[in-house]
């Protein structure tokens, strides 16, 4: 393409999110994808309601996990990927205006599983509220948290 001016390039299309990016970490070179990288920017958006059960295992890519309210009061339960299949990996919860203290979310370890060092649910039941999450590939630990 060194011989071709920009004019007579074929046009841009639009991205599809498997393309490869060349990452360069220590001497070892590896690759991410452009949806790797959307998965950094862009909440995922979850809908929670009561009596609503949910298994974040299969939520793999997402780092920000936007949490909207919908109907009546109650909690929704929301366990937690295993922390042995995810160590190093951060995940950040955050509410908005639908949350009330009568409508609730409890982020729940996997079965044998700890967070912040118990097997009981972090319970996130506030408007604009916000907590992150780390694994060291044992437990999960509340590494950071705004009410």
Do not use: C
Not at 25 to 46: F, H, P, S
């Amino acid at each position: 393409m060194a011989d071709k001016r920009i004019s007579d390039l074929n046009a841009a299309t639009a991205l599809t999110g498997t393309e490869k990016l060349p990452l360069v970490q220590g001497t070892e070179t590896k690759r991410a994808t452009v949806n790797d990288i959307k998965n950094y920017l862009i909440a995922t958006e979850l809908t929670a309601s009561a009596g609503q059960t949910v298994d974040l295992a299969t939520y793999t890519d997402a780092f920000i996990i936007h949490l909207i309210w919908s109907g009546a009061n109650g909690t929704a339960t929301y366990t937690l990927p295993s922390a042995a299949a995810n160590a190093n990996r951060l995940i950040r919860f955050i509410t908005d205006s639908t949350f009330t203290t009568n409508t609730r979310v409890d982020l729940t370890p996997a079965a044998g599983e700890n967070l912040d060092g118990s097997t009981n649910a972090y319970q996130v039941n506030k408007s604009y509220e916000g907590i992150a999450i780390w694994s060291d590939g044992v437990e999960w630990f509340i590494i950071q948290k705004k009410a």
